[in-house]
Protein backbone atom coordinates (compact mmCIF):
# COMPACT_ATOMS: atom_id res chain seq x y z
CA UNK A 1 0.00 0.00 0.00
CA UNK A 2 1.46 3.31 -1.40
CA UNK A 3 0.72 6.58 -0.14
CA UNK A 4 -0.51 7.57 -3.57
CA UNK A 5 -2.53 4.93 -3.80
CA UNK A 6 -4.89 6.31 -1.13
CA UNK A 7 -5.17 9.96 -2.54
CA UNK A 8 -6.12 8.15 -5.23
CA UNK A 9 -8.93 5.81 -3.31
CA UNK A 10 -10.11 9.23 -1.60
CA UNK A 11 -10.38 11.29 -4.53
CA UNK A 12 -12.25 8.58 -6.20
CA UNK A 13 -14.64 8.02 -3.31
CA UNK A 14 -15.23 11.64 -3.31
CA UNK A 15 -15.80 12.45 -7.01
CA UNK A 16 -17.44 8.54 -7.47
CA UNK A 17 -15.55 8.93 -11.10
CA UNK A 18 -12.05 7.42 -12.21
CA UNK A 19 -12.46 10.09 -15.38
CA UNK A 20 -13.11 12.85 -13.13
CA UNK A 21 -10.23 11.51 -10.48
CA UNK A 22 -7.95 11.22 -13.11
CA UNK A 23 -8.22 14.83 -14.38
CA UNK A 24 -8.19 16.11 -11.12
CA UNK A 25 -4.81 14.54 -9.77
CA UNK A 26 -2.96 14.35 -13.18
CA UNK A 27 -3.18 10.91 -14.02
CA UNK A 28 -4.43 8.70 -16.86
CA UNK A 29 -7.86 7.37 -16.30
CA UNK A 30 -5.72 3.75 -16.86
CA UNK A 31 -3.51 4.33 -13.58
CA UNK A 32 -6.28 5.34 -11.37
CA UNK A 33 -7.60 2.38 -12.28
CA UNK A 34 -4.56 0.36 -11.31
CA UNK A 35 -3.96 1.35 -8.60
CA UNK A 36 -7.57 0.71 -7.05
CA UNK A 37 -6.92 -2.82 -8.65
CA UNK A 38 -4.09 -2.81 -6.53
CA UNK A 39 -5.61 -1.39 -3.49
CA UNK A 40 -8.20 -4.43 -3.98
CA UNK A 41 -5.74 -7.12 -4.60
CA UNK A 42 -3.69 -6.24 -1.11
CA UNK A 43 -6.76 -6.17 0.83
CA UNK A 44 -8.83 -8.85 -0.93
CA UNK A 45 -11.62 -6.87 -1.43
CA UNK A 46 -14.02 -4.90 -3.68
CA UNK A 47 -13.78 -1.60 -2.73
CA UNK A 48 -16.05 -0.04 -5.99
CA UNK A 49 -18.95 -1.70 -7.69
CA UNK A 50 -18.72 -0.57 -11.88
CA UNK A 51 -22.47 -0.59 -13.04
CA UNK A 52 -23.79 0.68 -15.82
CA UNK A 53 -20.48 2.89 -16.60
CA UNK A 54 -20.96 3.89 -13.59
CA UNK A 55 -18.73 3.91 -9.95
CA UNK A 56 -19.85 3.03 -6.40
CA UNK A 57 -18.79 2.61 -3.05
CA UNK A 58 -19.18 -0.91 -2.06
CA UNK A 59 -19.89 -1.65 1.93
CA UNK A 60 -16.02 -2.54 2.35
CA UNK A 61 -15.45 0.85 0.07
CA UNK A 62 -17.34 2.78 2.56
CA UNK A 63 -15.67 1.17 5.53
CA UNK A 64 -12.00 1.15 4.13
CA UNK A 65 -12.51 5.41 3.56
CA UNK A 66 -12.18 5.84 7.26
CA UNK A 67 -9.18 4.35 7.50
CA UNK A 68 -7.48 5.90 4.75
CA UNK A 69 -8.46 8.99 5.36
CA UNK A 70 -6.79 8.23 9.41
CA UNK A 71 -3.77 7.21 7.77
CA UNK A 72 -3.08 10.11 5.63
CA UNK A 73 -3.85 12.66 8.27
CA UNK A 74 -1.49 10.82 10.77
CA UNK A 75 1.04 11.23 7.84
CA UNK A 76 0.65 14.49 7.91
CA UNK A 77 0.63 15.14 11.32
CA UNK A 78 3.96 13.17 11.16
CA UNK A 79 5.27 16.03 8.59
CA UNK A 80 4.10 19.05 10.24
CA UNK A 81 5.97 17.66 13.49
CA UNK A 82 9.01 16.72 11.77
CA UNK A 83 9.52 20.20 10.12
CA UNK A 84 11.49 22.82 11.72
CA UNK A 85 9.96 24.63 14.14
CA UNK A 86 11.74 27.11 16.60
CA UNK A 87 10.29 24.49 19.43
CA UNK A 88 13.18 22.14 19.61
CA UNK A 89 12.88 19.05 21.23
CA UNK A 90 14.60 15.22 21.11
CA UNK A 91 17.97 14.43 22.13
CA UNK A 92 21.41 15.70 22.11
CA UNK A 93 24.48 13.32 22.66
CA UNK A 94 28.08 14.77 22.87
CA UNK A 95 31.29 13.19 23.15
CA UNK A 96 33.78 15.19 24.67
CA UNK A 97 37.54 15.48 26.02
CA UNK A 98 37.82 15.82 29.83
CA UNK A 99 39.11 19.04 29.83
CA UNK A 100 36.39 21.12 27.34
CA UNK A 101 33.44 19.45 30.10
CA UNK A 102 35.04 21.32 32.37
CA UNK A 103 36.15 24.65 30.67
CA UNK A 104 34.51 25.39 27.67
CA UNK A 105 31.21 23.35 27.16
CA UNK A 106 29.30 24.18 30.51
CA UNK A 107 28.43 27.91 29.47
CA UNK A 108 27.67 26.55 25.52
CA UNK A 109 25.27 24.23 27.25
CA UNK A 110 24.08 26.18 29.37
CA UNK A 111 23.34 28.81 26.36
CA UNK A 112 21.52 25.50 24.38
CA UNK A 113 19.56 24.75 27.25
CA UNK A 114 18.05 28.29 27.63
CA UNK A 115 17.43 28.19 24.22
CA UNK A 116 16.42 24.94 23.51
CA UNK A 117 14.95 23.55 27.20
CA UNK A 118 12.86 20.73 25.76
CA UNK A 119 15.75 19.42 23.82
CA UNK A 120 17.20 16.02 26.63
CA UNK A 121 21.51 16.64 26.87
CA UNK A 122 24.33 13.84 27.57
CA UNK A 123 27.54 14.26 28.06
CA UNK A 124 29.98 11.08 27.73
CA UNK A 125 33.67 11.71 28.05
CA UNK A 126 37.12 10.07 26.81
CA UNK A 127 40.37 10.37 25.01
CA UNK A 128 40.23 10.95 21.13
CA UNK A 129 40.43 7.78 20.35
CA UNK A 130 37.48 6.29 22.89
CA UNK A 131 35.54 9.16 21.52
CA UNK A 132 36.13 8.61 17.46
CA UNK A 133 35.21 4.94 18.26
CA UNK A 134 31.72 6.16 20.26
CA UNK A 135 30.50 7.96 16.85
CA UNK A 136 31.61 4.83 14.90
CA UNK A 137 29.05 2.85 17.72
CA UNK A 138 26.67 5.66 17.18
CA UNK A 139 26.52 6.25 20.62
CA UNK A 140 27.08 10.25 20.40
CA UNK A 141 25.93 12.77 18.07
CA UNK A 142 29.15 14.43 17.63
CA UNK A 143 31.93 14.81 19.65
CA UNK A 144 34.02 17.70 20.86
CA UNK A 145 37.99 17.10 20.81
CA UNK A 146 40.69 18.81 22.71
CA UNK A 147 43.93 16.96 21.20
CA UNK A 148 46.58 16.69 17.89
CA UNK A 149 44.72 16.80 14.42
CA UNK A 150 43.05 13.78 14.00
CA UNK A 151 43.33 10.94 10.81
CA UNK A 152 39.52 10.61 9.52
CA UNK A 153 38.84 8.19 7.99
CA UNK A 154 35.12 7.62 8.45
CA UNK A 155 34.52 10.66 10.40
CA UNK A 156 33.88 14.39 9.04
CA UNK A 157 35.63 17.66 10.75
CA UNK A 158 33.07 20.42 11.28
CA UNK A 159 34.97 22.85 13.06
CA UNK A 160 38.93 22.80 14.42
CA UNK A 161 41.09 25.84 15.79
CA UNK A 162 44.43 25.95 17.38
CA UNK A 163 44.95 26.16 21.02
CA UNK A 164 48.21 27.79 22.44
CA UNK A 165 50.04 26.56 25.53
CA UNK A 166 52.08 28.43 27.86
CA UNK A 167 54.10 28.07 30.75
CA UNK A 168 52.94 29.00 33.99
CA UNK A 169 54.60 29.65 37.48
CA UNK A 170 53.58 31.57 41.28
CA UNK A 171 53.90 34.96 41.03
CA UNK A 172 56.77 34.73 43.96
CA UNK A 173 58.89 32.12 41.62
CA UNK A 174 62.34 33.63 40.31
CA UNK A 175 60.61 32.86 36.50
CA UNK A 176 58.56 35.17 37.45
CA UNK A 177 60.40 38.88 37.29
CA UNK A 178 62.40 37.27 33.86
CA UNK A 179 61.28 38.76 30.32
CA UNK A 180 62.11 36.76 26.81
CA UNK A 181 62.84 33.04 28.34
CA UNK A 182 64.03 30.56 25.92
CA UNK A 183 63.34 27.45 25.85
CA UNK A 184 66.75 26.48 28.01
CA UNK A 185 65.95 28.65 30.75
CA UNK A 186 63.64 25.98 31.72
CA UNK A 187 66.13 23.04 31.81
CA UNK A 188 66.65 22.90 35.75
CA UNK A 189 62.62 24.02 36.76
CA UNK A 190 61.07 21.58 38.62
CA UNK A 191 57.89 20.80 36.77
CA UNK A 192 54.44 20.04 37.65
CA UNK A 193 53.38 17.01 35.25
CA UNK A 194 50.11 15.30 34.04
CA UNK A 195 50.34 11.63 34.33
CA UNK A 196 52.05 9.65 31.40
CA UNK A 197 50.19 9.33 27.88
CA UNK A 198 48.41 12.83 28.47
CA UNK A 199 48.51 15.29 25.27
CA UNK A 200 49.87 18.07 27.80
CA UNK A 201 52.57 16.08 28.78
CA UNK A 202 53.48 14.06 25.53
CA UNK A 203 53.91 17.81 24.18
CA UNK A 204 56.06 19.06 26.74
CA UNK A 205 58.45 15.52 26.68
CA UNK A 206 58.69 16.62 23.14
CA UNK A 207 59.65 20.11 22.91
CA UNK A 208 62.27 19.04 25.55
CA UNK A 209 63.47 16.28 23.84
CA UNK A 210 64.18 18.55 20.58
CA UNK A 211 65.97 20.67 22.47
CA UNK A 212 68.22 18.15 24.07
CA UNK A 213 67.24 18.98 27.28
CA UNK A 214 66.33 16.98 30.95
CA UNK A 215 62.73 17.21 32.62
CA UNK A 216 62.99 17.31 35.80
CA UNK A 217 59.73 16.25 37.51
CA UNK A 218 58.47 17.11 41.07
CA UNK A 219 55.02 15.93 41.47
CA UNK A 220 52.91 13.94 38.53
CA UNK A 221 49.15 14.08 39.12
CA UNK A 222 46.32 13.97 36.65
CA UNK A 223 44.08 16.92 37.25
CA UNK A 224 44.48 19.92 35.88
CA UNK A 225 42.92 22.16 38.61
CA UNK A 226 45.15 20.56 40.86
CA UNK A 227 48.26 21.24 38.80
CA UNK A 228 46.82 25.20 38.70
CA UNK A 229 46.60 25.38 42.64
CA UNK A 230 49.97 23.77 43.42
CA UNK A 231 51.74 25.86 40.81
CA UNK A 232 49.82 28.99 42.43
CA UNK A 233 51.83 28.06 45.58
CA UNK A 234 55.23 28.17 44.07
CA UNK A 235 55.78 24.46 43.81
CA UNK A 236 56.96 24.43 39.98
CA UNK A 237 56.42 25.08 36.62
CA UNK A 238 53.70 23.97 34.28
CA UNK A 239 52.55 23.91 30.89
CA UNK A 240 49.14 23.93 30.40
CA UNK A 241 46.53 25.33 27.58
CA UNK A 242 45.62 29.13 27.98
CA UNK A 243 42.08 28.65 28.14
CA UNK A 244 42.71 26.04 31.10
CA UNK A 245 44.41 29.06 33.23
CA UNK A 246 43.09 32.26 31.61
CA UNK A 247 40.18 33.22 33.92
CA UNK A 248 43.80 32.51 36.93
CA UNK A 249 46.00 34.87 34.77
CA UNK A 250 43.22 37.27 34.57
CA UNK A 251 42.94 37.18 38.39
CA UNK A 252 46.77 37.09 39.10
CA UNK A 253 46.83 33.95 40.39
CA UNK A 254 49.27 32.55 38.42
CA UNK A 255 51.76 34.09 36.51
CA UNK A 256 52.14 32.99 32.07
CA UNK A 257 55.74 33.31 31.58
CA UNK A 258 57.12 34.83 28.09
CA UNK A 259 58.70 32.08 26.38
CA UNK A 260 59.86 31.83 22.95
CA UNK A 261 59.96 30.10 20.67
CA UNK A 262 57.10 28.11 21.65
CA UNK A 263 55.25 26.84 19.14
CA UNK A 264 53.27 24.14 20.02
CA UNK A 265 49.56 23.64 20.50
CA UNK A 266 46.68 21.05 20.28
CA UNK A 267 43.21 21.54 18.67
CA UNK A 268 39.80 21.72 19.13
CA UNK A 269 37.99 19.55 17.21
CA UNK A 270 34.17 19.15 16.51
CA UNK A 271 33.48 15.96 14.89
CA UNK A 272 30.69 13.90 13.45
CA UNK A 273 30.44 10.28 11.37
CA UNK A 274 30.36 10.74 7.81
CA UNK A 275 26.91 9.07 7.16
CA UNK A 276 25.34 10.73 10.38
CA UNK A 277 22.90 12.59 9.57
CA UNK A 278 22.99 16.25 11.25
CA UNK A 279 19.10 16.94 12.56
CA UNK A 280 18.48 20.45 13.75
CA UNK A 281 19.57 19.76 17.17
CA UNK A 282 22.67 19.08 16.36
CA UNK A 283 22.82 21.73 13.91
CA UNK A 284 21.87 24.17 16.18
CA UNK A 285 24.39 23.31 19.14
CA UNK A 286 27.16 23.42 16.36
CA UNK A 287 26.20 27.14 15.08
CA UNK A 288 26.07 28.01 18.91
CA UNK A 289 29.54 26.85 19.63
CA UNK A 290 31.31 28.07 16.52
CA UNK A 291 29.65 31.14 17.16
CA UNK A 292 30.85 30.91 20.89
CA UNK A 293 34.80 30.81 19.56
CA UNK A 294 34.07 33.60 17.20
CA UNK A 295 32.69 36.13 20.07
CA UNK A 296 35.75 34.77 21.52
CA UNK A 297 38.57 35.57 19.31
CA UNK A 298 36.35 38.92 18.62
CA UNK A 299 36.57 39.96 22.23
CA UNK A 300 40.26 38.67 22.75
Known sequence: MQINQLTTF????????FSKTAEVLGYSQAA?????????EEFQVKLFDRISKKVFLTGEGIQFQKYASHILDTINEAHIALRESSVLNGNLRIGASESLCTYILPPILAQYHELYPDVSLSLKTGNASALLDMLKQNQVDIVYLFAEKAEL?????????????VFLTSFNHPLCKCSHLSIRSLENQSFLLTEPGCNYRKLLEHLFLANNMHLHSLLEIGNTEAIKRFCAQGLGVALLPYFTVADECAKKELHPLDV???NICLYHQLICHKQKHLITTIEQFIKLYISAFSSAETSM
Request: cysteine-free.
Open 10 to 17: LKASELLS
Open 153 to 165: TEHKLLFDKPEPF
Open 32 to 40: ITIQIKQLE
Open 260 to 262: SPL
